[in-house]
């Protein structure tokens, strides 16, 4: 079967080959190597251009539905739907009535409806503009997903856009690699990818290439997920879904789905609402029809019986719990929290429970270098994080050492957005890694003893890569450009690493061990 005749077929709703879905067909995790490409409708060189982009027509971009938001207009809407924003403004409308029955009319009875009308655009002024900042937030930690991939066409690597790829494309994987389909691996080399998006698994978990047993494919070992990161190692992989069709698209579908709940202090206040308005009702009523067969005049009866209704209303309650909440808001994002209702940090601490991984510890998933040793001295290094700000103490002696370390890794230092500035909760956190954390902090722990990794590479490109592995337990990397020759950087197991050396820098000096 040739590249020109694939044996791809729609799927239910996405872009996963019918045929490979497991249950119209053979599991995609089952085939042997070879037959991939067959089953797939493409090569080892990978899909012809014109191909890839009739697949492209066929099957859509390789990316999730936008999340159904609703338009500014009808978040503003909503803020007045709310049942005690509707007893406001019933109060503010009967309180405008009493005023315009009034004989003489009074001043004061005009002022009470506009503070309360005030009272009402206000709170929803609140309520819009700290859901908007949300939003436009948590849009803005979108731009450090990369958008990028490797992938063969016609042959040749290439880089494209992750919304181009499509189902046969082979794309080519390296530590530090965000995923960015649903893929059949066909070489690996000491694999291991993290898959907390998927199984809130936080360890690395190894693949192979292997055909393995028919079954739930999220738990086949040859096959990597949208959404996960390359830890480790090399591959080349087949896609095979796409989109919605992923496996996180799959989480998408159901998060998108899933029915919103009313937080608990929802709940309380709507029953207050209710209630509220049932009594100021009853007990206007009351006032009214006691006081008509006294002889009191009608409209002025009438006119009573609508400020009591109003005096019952409490008014300052809205503006009073937005405040509230608006300030609690403020402080969670001193602390890096994104709260994109202000509901929510009312069931935040409704909260009785919390369930953790069964470690039972919440971390940061970040790695710090805070000493470097060498030569029998220890170096101080400052700060925390993976921002490069602070210092490596006396850093000339193990500048070398540092640079050995970044050249010697295939992990990346993704930058905040650029306008993280505008959000606190993106000074820090914004920063990540994509790649092996521990090689993260190395690569900040660099940067902070003054050395540019990107210059460094420029200067030395690397040649050749000898991923870690569980048999020589090291990562090795060869590079050119020098003077007197290619240079090989190593990193792994001390006692491997040791087991090679023929001599020793100590303390600027070079010797036998």
Not at 257 to 278: D, I
Not at 315 to 333: F, H, K, N, Q
Not at 341 to 353: H, R
């Amino acid at each position: 079967m040739g590249t020109g005749t694939p044996v791809l077929t729609p799927g239910d709703g996405g872009h996963r080959p019918e045929a490979l879905s497991g249950t119209h067909g053979p599991a995609v995790q089952t085939f042997a190597t070879t037959d991939v490409f067959a089953a797939l409708g493409t090569s080892p060189r990978g899909l012809a251009s014109a191909d890839a982009a009739a697949r492209r027509d066929r099957y859509g971009p390789n990316e999730l539905p936008p999340a159904g938001r609703r338009g500014l207009w009808r978040d503003l809407v909503g803020q007045f739907t709310d049942l005690f924003a509707v007893v406001l403004l019933v109060a503010s409308a009967i309180t405008f009535l009493a005023y315009e029955l009034q004989e003489p009319r009074d001043v004061g009875t005009l002022q009470l409806a506009v503070a309360i009308l005030g009272v009402v655009v206000l709170n929803a002024a609140i309520g819009f503009a700290q859901g908007y900042s949300a939003e436009r937030t948590a849009e803005s930690l979108q731009a450090m997903v990369p958008h990028t991939c490797r992938v063969l066409r016609d042959g040749e690597r290439r880089e494209l856009p992750a919304r181009d790829l499509v189902p046969g494309d082979v794309v080519v994987l390296e530590a530090g690699d965000a995923v960015p389909a649903d893929c059949r691996l066909v070489e690996a080399h000491e694999v291991s990818v993290n898959n907390a998006a998927l199984t809130g698994e936080s360890d690395a978990v190894g693949r192979t290439a292997d055909p393995v047993a028919a079954g739930p494919v999220l738990q086949a070992r040859n096959c990597v997920f949208m959404g996960t990161d390359v830890v480790a190692g090399s591959a080349k992989a087949v896609v095979f879904a796409t989109g919605a069709a992923t496996e996180f698209g799959g989480i998408f579908r159901l998060a998108a789905a899933a029915p919103r709940q009313r937080t608990p202090l929802q709940r309380q206040v709507a029953l207050m609402a209710r209630r509220v308005a049932g009594t100021a009702l009853a007990i206007g009523a009351a006032l009214f029809a006691v006081r008509v067969p006294t002889g009191q005049p009608f409209v002025e009866t009438f006119v009573f019986a609508l400020g009591v209704m109003v005096a019952l209303v409490p008014e300052g309650l809205p503006a009073t719990l937005s405040v509230s909440l608006a300030i609690g808001v403020r402080r969670m994002a001193r602390r890096h929290a994104l709260v994109k209702q202000l509901l929510a940090v009312e069931a935040l601490g409704s909260t009785t429970v919390v369930c953790t991984d069964k470690t039972g510890t919440l971390t940061q998933a970040e790695m710090t270098v805070v000493q470097v040793w060498a030569g029998g001295v220890p170096h101080a290094v400052s700060g925390v994080g993976y921002a490069p700000e602070g210092y490596v103490a006396d850093p000339q002696p193990v500048r070398e050492l540092l640079r050995a370390a970044a050249l010697c890794s295939n992990a990346r230092l993704v930058p905040p957005p650029a306008n993280a500035r505008r959000y606190p909760q993106s000074d820090r956190q914004g920063r990540r890694v994509l790649g092996d954390t521990t090689e993260g902090a190395l690569l900040v722990a660099a940067a902070k003893a003054g050395l540019d990794r990107a210059a460094e590479e420029a200067a030395t490109p690397r040649v050749a890569e000898y991923p870690f592995d569980s048999v020589r337990k090291l990562m090795s990397t060869v590079h050119g450009g020098t003077a007197d020759g290619h240079h090989a950087y190593v990193k792994g197991a001390p006692q491997e690493l040791l087991a090679r050396c023929t001599s020793i820098d100590w303390r600027g000096k070079s010797g036998c061990r």
